[in-house]
């Protein structure tokens, strides 16, 4: 029955059961104040009492009716928001009536048709990110803050050979442990995802891993930190087999060096006969053989040089220089290369300015190697700097770095071409019109010499304004290194 009928007809018939008290009322003290008959007076007092039971029954009928219907319905509305609470929503609630239960029921149908496309809509997309994360072909981790696994993809659990299980919820760096390069076990907050979750920058770092078997497996880790409002909520890991490439870098290193070592010899015997041709030695020369025998011993010269440069940055790569610190005081270290290229920049009339922060201590270092990349920067401005330019050194102290500052006011790198600079065997085009000797290999020696002593390097540079070159190296030093061979020995 509908509530708003039932309660409609309930309040209709208390007022008829009041307005039917107040007539037999009214009619009761009509006979007792005009008649004198005890037995109206009685046969009234029946009919009022009659009246009121049954007017109070029917009342009660009606209520009891209408709470028992409404009970009813309640329970069916508590049975059905119980089924939605537990998740089935596949049907809705049947309930015939336009009351206000009947509105709530209709409430909630269509609260569960939303909750119902929603889910579907969830998921339909879960499915799609689903298939992007197999479609990808490196191994995927995501992790939320605490570095607990939220989802993982077939390839990183093929490459890290981890139990087809449920990994949602386990903690990344308890299932599988990383190595260093020089093989040594990495903690927790040494591996690159973690530092990525506690620093809150990508990370990306070359590690090894140990199948099974014991065989060592070289992993490239791309770890990046995922931001909601500023906070990091997570990272995304992305994990790359890279054992084969790097064998391959090693054999094409070794192949170098050994082929660099076999041009080393024939190359110094023809730069000494040519130059016991020039001295004179084997006679004088006409000028035209003193010209041949001088193109010839320039040609020698860059390819010894080249040859020095790719063994070199062989010895680099393969980890096989010795790294002997020492306390260095930069200002000596500088000013002697300074004055070795006197010859230089007096030739091209170029001013060289130097400047050194007075407190500077002495820094633990490998001079040689700290040498070379002096060597390199100076020797690059002033062969790019024209005639009367000026080259500046600045080093100074910031925070826990000591931080050099080579400058020049020369030709500058094109914009479009600034991002090739450290890569091997790069030379900008305007450079090679200026000065057509070299090998493209300085810089890159140079990067991997600072990169590998703790330190950055990074450049701005404007064509026709010049160029500045900035390096850090830590207040700590160099770390020593044992190896076999050191540069250009």
């Known amino acids: 029955m509908n509530g708003k009928v039932l309660l409609g007809r309930t309040l209709t018939g208390f007022f008829l059961l009041l307005i039917l008290t107040a007539a037999l009322i009214v009619i009761f003290a009509y006979n007792a104040l005009f008649t004198d008959s005890l037995q109206v007076h009685r046969e009234a007092y029946m009919i009022v009492a009659v009246l009121i039971f049954f007017g109070l029954v029917l009342v009660a009928a009606v209520g009891f009716y209408g709470l ?48 119902r496309e929603s889910y579907q809509r969830l998921a339909l997309e879960k499915q799609r990110d689903e298939i992007l994360l197999e479609s990808i072909g490196e191994g995927m981790i995501a992790l939320d803050t605490k570095g607990q696994i939220v989802l993982i993809n077939n390839n990183a659990i093929d490459v890290l050979e981890l139990e087809e299980k449920e990994l949602a919820g386990e903690v990344v760096h308890k299932l599988f442990a990383l190595e260093s390069s020089e093989e040594k076990k990495l903690r927790p907050a040494e591996r690159p995802e973690m530092k990525a979750l506690h620093k809150g920058e990508p990370q990306n770092e070359v590690c090894n891993f140990r199948s099974r078997e014991g065989k060592k497996v070289v992993l490239n880790i791309n770890a990046s930190p995922v931001f909601s409002d500023g906070n990091v909520e997570g990272a995304i890991v992305v994990i790359r087999d890279v054992t084969h490439e790097k064998e391959v870098d090693r054999m094409k290193t070794e192949f170098i060096s050994l082929a660099s070592h076999q041009l080393r010899t024939p190359l110094s015997a023809i730069r000494w006969f040519t130059e016991m041709l020039l001295s004179g030695d084997a006679g004088k020369l006409k000028s035209e053989q003193q010209e041949f025998a001088k193109n010839i011993y320039d040609s020698c010269e860059r390819m010894i040089d080249l040859v020095g440069s790719l063994l070199n940055i062989s010895r680099i790569e393969s980890g096989r220089i010795i790294v002997d610190p020492k306390p260095t005081d930069l200002r000596e270290l500088v000013g002697g290369i300074i004055n070795d290229l006197k010859a230089k920049t007096e030739e091209k009339e170029q001013k060289m300015i130097i400047s050194v922060h007075r407190d500077l201590p002495k820094i633990n270092l490998d001079p040689h190697l700290i040498g070379q990349v002096y060597l390199n920067l100076l020797t690059n401005a002033i062969k790019y700097t024209q005639k009367g330019g000026e080259i500046m050194v600045f080093i100074s102290r910031k925070d826990d770095h000591i931080i050099s500052q080579v400058t020049d006011n020369g030709y500058g790198i094109p914009k479009q071409e600034q991002k090739k600079v450290f890569q091997k065997f790069f030379r900008a085009e305007n450079a090679v019109k200026v000065e057509t000797d070299g090998t493209g290999l300085g810089l890159y020696l140079i990067k991997a010499i600072i990169e590998s002593s703790g330190g950055e390097i990074w450049f701005e540079s404007e064509v026709g304004v010049g160029t500045t070159f900035w390096f850090s190296i830590p207040m700590s030093g160099m770390k020593a290194k044992t190896g076999e061979v050191t540069l250009d020995s």
């Open 68 to 115: 028992r219907s409404i009970r009813l319905q309640l329970k069916q509305l508590r049975y059905e928001a119980a089924r939605f609470a537990n998740g089935d929503l596949s049907r809705r609630i049947e309930m015939q009536s336009n009351d206000e239960i009947g509105e709530l029921a209709t409430t909630f149908n269509e609260m569960s048709e939303r909750l």
